[in-house]
């Protein structure tokens, strides 16, 4: 009996345990006006949550990569993480994770980088 | 060069004390006595106290070279400075990644070399060596790619740094760790990581010598131990974050702290189902399972925190060891899981002969399920802590799992959890009759449900949190019941009445904190007095501390309180560090302790309020006046300071040419001082043509690549009014937090509780037999003596 409640256990918890992670574990995909405004709200101090912004690269410079996102506004991307498995060259389409900093430059400050 | 030498030498030490120890144990398998200094025990013996003794002497060294600020050594020259107080100095050893696997494998051998003549006396030196040999091994390996005693020109060769560039002075310690509590917690957390290298130790001990039941008692006061010490030093951690740390509250769910939550879990579920073997020779298997896992979760935790995998999901900081490092670390939990899987699987048959299948009215039926219901929140916190490792396996973005994660699957496991403790305390061994349950079932539950229903009269807490106050009240009224009968016959049995009762003190205090305690963001303005959440809160004044020190600016912000009839005044502390270089405050909270509440305030930013509308404004840009929309002014460009020239006092003076409606141009200075990287201005006021606002030049922020991006900050005012001066303000996060004490006084109250049962079972493994007086496997269902012993004890 002890083991039927251990497999049933097993069984309903793995599923709900999956299903929660995707829930609280998905960064939200937002536009870089949503990113500053979601930074916007977030204490002096704190960190912002870290979101998901789909770009798409104009140019490259030393310091800063400059992109679109899908409203089509510009902005600046600092990227501080490791090297992606591909180069950011215009007209790339990446996907940033990261945030922008409150209390600073309007700038989004990514730590990872992925093909959409 | 010698610390170097000695932590290779230790490593070397610690090979060659596995290899003696495995000679050893493979003699007594061919049939030499167990223990007889025929098989070659007193080599190992002697290397494990010559490791011992040689990681006090590395930990010496090291302490004695930081004390000596020898910052020709990386690893000093990177966490001290000459500024420490000597207690932080000597906390400086184990604060970075090289000196805390020094203090954990130093810990280790402690335990490994107090336990020989325990494991002596029950036939278990030969295996309990081999397997502290084995650990010890991979320990000192990183030890060897993690060297604490590597030379500065050696790290920065690259660079070009040779031996005679010696930095003046190191980088110093995080000022976030300035503090007590880092004298106290990483030691005792440490000290519990180490102990739970001992049940695995002699669970394996158990495989080897195929003597399955015995284990469990010479291993229980150990595992008790272990489970006391990291359950009080992740409590001590929780402290230290609400104390000092000001993240408002004790727990966060952070990768670093469910790293020791995790061990503990499984560790907590092992001992009671090491209870139940004990009493039931059931649960065999489990037991070895059990005790395998608690110290793969160590491990696992430790690589998830040590090795750089996690990245920047945590509020913590991960150093990444480097490649070496990282691959040792996982060899190592690979290897331990692998030689706890194998094992388990070859003594599979033989544990297998005494199946148990537990009533379901009986007391060890409830434990497994108990334990069952630990693993489980085990296993969602390493499902939770382990998320960002598995997108990254699954090339999808890695961020931390929000809290809720946590709190949602808690909310269901935390009072199945206390209930079932308390039912398990309501069942007798074997067979409760039903009378006798339901009996002690109504009584329980006639006091704990009213009890749960006065939550109601502060106001009114969510459902999940009077599910979990029912459950806590319920564990409560049983553990008391109960204890205090087994408490008249026997105190020295009361350990775990003692520890549960703790546990439901604990559950209290964080419904009490969780349900009734409200956060308030407030700005404080010095001298006006601002009410919120029934207290009065007054900003009366700012002071320098520690002034002493250079390197830092730091300031505590005194507040009044006044709640109730009664005053108190409430200090929170702010301060700039040259740690990073000034740029971003650290905080500490202020609290004025209760044992009903605590009155917390954490502060966010300090400053001056703002009557003079600061606008930033970037070069080229135009700005209507905060004071009139009609007037507008255009940044033209900035004047330097060769252009300006010095002011009287000789201080650097900068201007701005600004542009007006009517086009013309015309400039304002502004006068700075500079300390350090720091700038601070003092603006000479003008007013703008035609107009009655005054404006000056606050702040500048050059760009140096870009100039055409620098930016002014532009102050203003109206000038046909006087001058004041802008009053002090500081913004807090203010919160009434009812009831915490009972975190604090619950993990305190359990750790007593294990105390009471180390020192019982301590002498219960005294009146264990030796190995010689016990028939051996392969039946698993040997009775041995010590289960003959009288042992009235209900646990």
């Known amino acids: 009996m002890l083991r039927t409640f251990i497999i049933v256990l097993i069984v309903v918890l793995v599923p709900l ?88 430059v309007q700038l989004f400050h990514a730590t990872q980088a992925y093909k959409p | ?211 399955y039941h015995r284990w469990i008692t010479i291993a229980l006061p150990w595992t008790l131990l272990a489970t006391a010490v ?29 790293s020791s939550l995790i061990p503990w879990l499984v560790t907590v579920a092992l001992v009671h189902t090491m209870m139940v073997q004990k009493r039931t020779h059931g649960l065999v298997k489990t037991n070895m399972v059990l005790a395998v896992t608690a110290f793969i979760m160590v491990l696992y935790s430790t690589f998830l925190t040590r090795s750089g995998i996690l990245g920047d999901t945590s509020v913590h900081s991960f150093v990444d060891p480097g490649k070496f490092a990282f691959w040792i670390l996982l060899l190592f939990m690979l290897t331990f899981a692998t030689i706890g899987a194998v094992m388990i699987l070859m003594r599979r048959s033989d ?140 105190p ?28 308030h963001h407030v700005v404080l303005t010095q001298g006006v007095p601002v009410t919120v959440d029934g207290s009065t809160l007054t900003y009366v004044n700012s002071e320098q501390v520690e002034r002493h020190f250079g390197d830092r600016e730091k300031y505590k912000f005194h507040i009044k309180v006044e709640r109730g ?28 302790w209760g044992v009903a509440n605590d009155l917390y305030i954490a502060p966010n930013s300090a400053g001056t309020e703002d009557i003079f509308h600061a606008t930033t404004v970037q070069r080229s840009g135009t700005i209507a006046t905060p004071l009139d929309s009609t007037t507008h002014i255009t940044l033209v460009r900035f004047t330097m300071p060769m252009e300006e020239g010095p002011a009287a006092d000789g201080r650097m003076r900068m201007g701005a040419i600004l542009m007006a409606n009517d086009s013309t141009e015309f400039k304002i200075v502004t006068q700075i001082s500079q300390a350090g990287a720091n700038m601070s201005f003092e603006p000479i006021w003008d007013t703008i043509p035609g107009t009655t606002v005054g404006i000056g030049l606050s702040n500048i922020q050059r760009n140096n690549a870009d100039p055409t991006k620098s930016t002014g900050e532009f102050i203003f005012r109206d000038v046909t009014k006087p001058l004041t001066t802008p009053r002090e303000q500081i913004t807090v996060d203010f919160s009434i937090k009812p009831w915490i004490s009972l975190v604090w006084f619950g993990v305190i109250t359990m750790v007593l509780g294990f105390v009471f049962s180390i020192v019982r079972h301590t002498r219960l493994a005294k009146q264990q ?12 269902d040997i009775k041995t003596v010590e289960h003959k012993v009288t042992d009235s004890n209900p646990q």
């Open chain 2, 492 to 519: 020295s049995m009361a350990g775990a009445y003692v520890s549960h009762t703790g546990i439901a003190l604990l559950m209290f205090g964080i419904i009490a904190t969780a349900s009734y305690s409200e956060q």
């Open chain 2, 1 to 211: 060069m010698i610390g170097q030498l000695l932590i290779h030498a230790l490593f070397g030490t610690a090979v060659a004390l596995t290899l003696t120890a495995f000679l050893a144990m493979r003699r007594e398998q061919k049939g030499m006595p167990l223990g007889s200094p025929g098989t070659g025990l007193p080599i190992p013996r002697m290397l494990m106290t010559a490791l011992t003794l040689g990681l006090i002497a590395a930990v010496s060294l090291l302490v004695a070279l930081i004390i000596q600020h020898r910052f020709d050594y990386t690893y000093i020259w990177n966490y001290s400075s000459r500024e420490l107080p000597l207690h932080l100095l000597i906390a400086t050893f184990y604060s970075g990644q090289e000196g805390s696997f020094l203090l954990w494998t130093l810990l280790v051998a402690v335990f490994g070399t107090a336990l020989m003549s325990y494991s002596r006396r029950h036939l278990y030196e030969a295996p309990t060596l081999f397997f502290f040999g084995l650990i010890l091994t991979f320990l000192t390996l990183l030890l060897v790619a993690k060297n604490p005693f590597a030379y500065y020109y050696e790290s920065f060769a690259a660079q070009g740094i040779t031996a005679v560039d010696v930095p003046p002075n190191g980088k110093g310690l995080n000022p976030l760790l300035h503090n007590g509590w880092i004298t106290i917690h990483p030691p005792i957390l440490f000290t519990g990581f180490a102990a739970m290298s001992v049940s695995f130790v002699f669970a394996m001990a158990g495989l080897v010598r195929r003597d």
């Open chain 2, 351 to 490: 544990m297998n002969i005494n199946k148990e299948n537990f009533k379901p009215d009986s007391r060890e039926f409830l434990l497994g399920i108990g334990a069952s219901l630990i693993m489980a929140s085990a296993l969602m916190v390493t499902l939770g802590t382990s998320w960002p490792v598995i997108m990254e396996l699954l090339a999808q973005p890695k961020i931390a799992l929000a809290t809720d994660f946590y709190n949602k699957l808690h909310i269901i496991l935390v009072p199945a959890i206390l209930v079932v403790n308390a039912l398990s305390l309501i069942m007798q061994w074997r067979h409760t009759p039903r009378a006798l349950f339901i009996r002690r079932v109504r009584n329980a539950a006639l006091i704990s449900i009213p009890l749960a229903a006065l939550l109601f009269i502060p106001g009114t807490p969510t459902a999940w949190a009077l599910v979990l106050a029912a459950a806590a009240f319920f564990g409560l009224v049983v553990n008391m019941m109960m204890g205090w009968t087994i408490m008249r016959r026997s």
């Open chain 2, 769 to 780: 037999p030796a190995l010689s007086e016990v028939q051996l496997a392969p039946s698993a």
């Open chain 2, 230 to 258: 990291l359950g009080f030093g992740i409590m001590l951690g929780g402290f230290w974050a609400y104390e000092t740390l000001g993240w408002g509250g004790f727990w966060g769910w952070d990768p670093v702290e469910n």
């Open chain 2, 565 to 592: 009839g009664s005053e108190a005044t409430i200090s929170p502390v702010m301060y700039w560090s040259d740690y990073n270089q000034r740029q971003s405050p650290f905080m500490e909270p202020g609290i004025r």
């Open chain 1, 17 to 104: 345990g999956i299903y929660l992670a995707v829930q609280y574990g998905t960064p939200a995909e937002l536009t870089f006006a949503e990113a500053v405004s979601k930074a916007a709200t977030t204490a002096e101090g704190d960190m912002a949550p870290k979101v998901v912004v789909i770009a798409t690269v104009t140019r490259v410079e030393p310091d800063t990569i400059f992109c679109l996102d899908k409203e089509q506004k510009e902005f600046p991307v600092s990227y501080t993480g490791a090297i992606p498995g591909f180069a950011f060259e215009p007209n790339t389409s990446v996907k940033f994770v990261g945030h922008v900093h409150a209390g600073t």
